[in-house]
């Protein structure tokens, strides 16, 4: 059966001396009918769980550890469990569920403002705060309003009271409870363990299981608990200096010409993406989605409305320019995005505009920015949502133009160095500046094919580009097996009328 997680919303909320983490996992009760099979049970107070004593039996795990780059994590996990990732600002979140879905571990990288923060008090608020969803008790009379100096007694309770424990070196603060379960059903039983990886960051794991699986889950989550290791932070400091001082060094070795030779090299091009059928016919093929780039020298008057563009504005620049169309589960993505960078590289802007299209009902969400030496503002607007105004920080150096985010594969295939890059640059999904990771490659069994793998985030999957000794585009591989590869619009258009999709 298929967990359904509840209140998955990314707003933030602040707990002890400033800790931020995600609502939606660590703080708000989560339904548990799906997890296992639920056996009802009368009466709103968790009976004690089994006993926590550890069964006998193995926990098989895989042979490859998951790593979770931004923390320096590995570990092992069972080999029946998935891992899912994502990413919110600057919180990694892993989610890993086993097939059996009776229990699920929850990973986070929460932050603290303030360095004194301890695992312990991370872990007590934590508690606290799910023991307070679950229902207090107060001493008030009847149809008087609750007092919080009054509180008597809460409906979780404690299963093992937190303690510290050593994992590989490591110290951790663990405690595991149990709140009601829903609807009458079985109490949700909780372990959460707190490392501190450094002054201001955290490695949260939580488990969340029912009453009736949790000798059985917690022999396995503490057996991946056991496994986690965390480089250390000054190597993966001094790892990421590298790779940005090598970023660096090629961007900043390029002059206006080699700009200038990129964006006339192929000044209109089309890509298709698609999941290959097993046969490997285009026919067969499943269509996801199309675009077309269009590089140029122009002004920033092309950005009208975004950015600080204005008409008569006559700022000389970079042009990139997207139209793209993406299908996903019955809605269609139209994408309109133009992308301007001075010559010097010290200003930028850009507008993305998107519509979201299902039967006859048409939202829109828009995204202006600009940037000028290292003060950027991005303002986000939308159908249903008020207007929002973000201004990321970031240091110049190591710093990424959105535009040479474009021509980054033609521009480092031209500086022709193989080598490990790092840059920071603005991403819409995070609505942050933060670290991509670009690995280019020439491959020897493929003379002039050269491999660009790019991680747009530490702990984002990785997409693999080839492209020819030019900078051109052969083929991209994306995580999910579907493909972007160069088409023309005729044989673009072809293949999307005889499958019926819309390209009007």
Same mark, same amino acid.
């Given at each position: 059966?298929? !967990? ?25 009760? !989560? ?71 009776? /229990? ?60 510290? @424990?050593?994992?590989?070196?490591? #110290? ?64 993966? #400091? ?31 091009? /089309? ?25 140029? @020298?122009?002004? +920033? ?51 993305? +505009? ?46 990424? #133009? ?93 293949? /999307? ?5 819309? !390209?009007?």
């Amino acid at each position: 059966m298929k !967990m359904i997680l509840a209140g998955g919303t990314a707003s933030p909320l602040t707990l002890h001396n400033g800790l931020k983490v995600l609502a939606g996992v660590l703080v708000s009760l !989560m339904p548990v009918t799906a997890l296992g099979q639920p056996t009802p049970k009368q009466g709103g107070k968790p009976s004690t769980p089994p006993a926590a004593t550890t069964p006998s039996l193995a926990v098989e795990l895989g042979d490859q550890p998951f790593r979770l780059e931004s923390a320096g994590l590995s570990m092992f996990l069972p080999v029946d469990a998935t891992a899912q990732s994502t990413t919110i600002g600057e919180a990694a979140t892993v989610q890993v569920i086993p097939a059996t879905s009776t /229990w699920l571990i929850n990973i986070q990288t929460p932050r603290s403002s303030n360095p004194e923060t301890t695992p312990a008090q991370v872990a007590d608020q934590v508690v606290t705060q799910h023991f307070k969803n679950a229902g207090e008790i107060f001493d008030v009379k009847p149809g008087e309003a609750p007092d919080p100096s009054k509180i008597v007694a809460v409906k979780g309770n404690l299963i093992e009271p937190r303690k510290a @424990v050593s994992v590989n070196g490591q #110290s951790a603060e663990r405690v595991y409870f149990a709140v009601p379960g829903a609807a009458g059903g079985p109490a949700v039983v909780r372990g959460f363990t707190v490392f501190k990886t450094t002054a201001n960051k955290f490695v949260t794991f939580e488990l969340v299981t029912t009453e009736p699986q949790f000798a059985a889950a917690r022999r396995i989550y503490e057996t991946v608990v056991a496994t986690a290791t965390f480089e250390d932070s000054t190597a993966l #400091s001094s790892d990421r200096a590298g790779v940005i001082m090598a970023g660096t060094k090629v961007i900043e070795g390029l002059r206006p010409e080699a700009y200038e030779a990129v964006l006339a090299a192929q000044p209109e091009r /089309w890509e298709r993406l698609y999941k290959p059928a097993p046969g490997g016919a285009d026919a067969d093929a499943t269509e996801i989605g199309y675009r077309r780039i269009r590089t140029h @020298v122009g002004t +920033r008057a092309e950005l009208v409305g975004a950015g600080g563009g204005r008409v008569g504005d006559r700022q000389e620049g970079y042009i990139v320019q997207m139209d793209a169309r993406i299908l996903d589960r019955g809605l269609t993505y139209d994408s309109n995005s133009v992308f301007f960078m001075s010559p010097d590289r010290n200003d930028e802007a850009w507008t993305i +505009r998107n519509a979201i299209r299902k039967d006859r009902t048409v939202d829109q969400f828009n995204e202006t920015g600009a940037r000028s030496g290292v003060n950027m503002s991005v303002k986000v607007d939308g159908t249903g949502r008020a207007e929002q105004l973000f201004r990321p920080t970031f240091q110049r150096e190591g710093y990424l #133009s959105r535009v040479e985010a474009w021509l980054l594969p033609q521009l480092l295939i031209r500086a022709g160095v193989e080598a490990n890059f790092g840059f920071y640059s603005f991403q819409s999904d995070a609505g942050l500046v933060r670290l991509r990771r670009d690995s280019l490659d020439q491959l020897p069994d493929r003379p002039g094919v050269w491999q660009l793998t790019t991680k747009l985030g530490e702990d984002k999957p990785a997409q693999v580009g080839y492209f020819n000794e030019k900078g051109e585009h052969i083929r991209t591989e994306m995580h999910d097996g579907s493909v972007w590869e160069p088409v023309t619009i005729e044989k673009l258009g072809r293949l /999307w009328k005889s499958k019926g999709l819309p !390209m009007d």
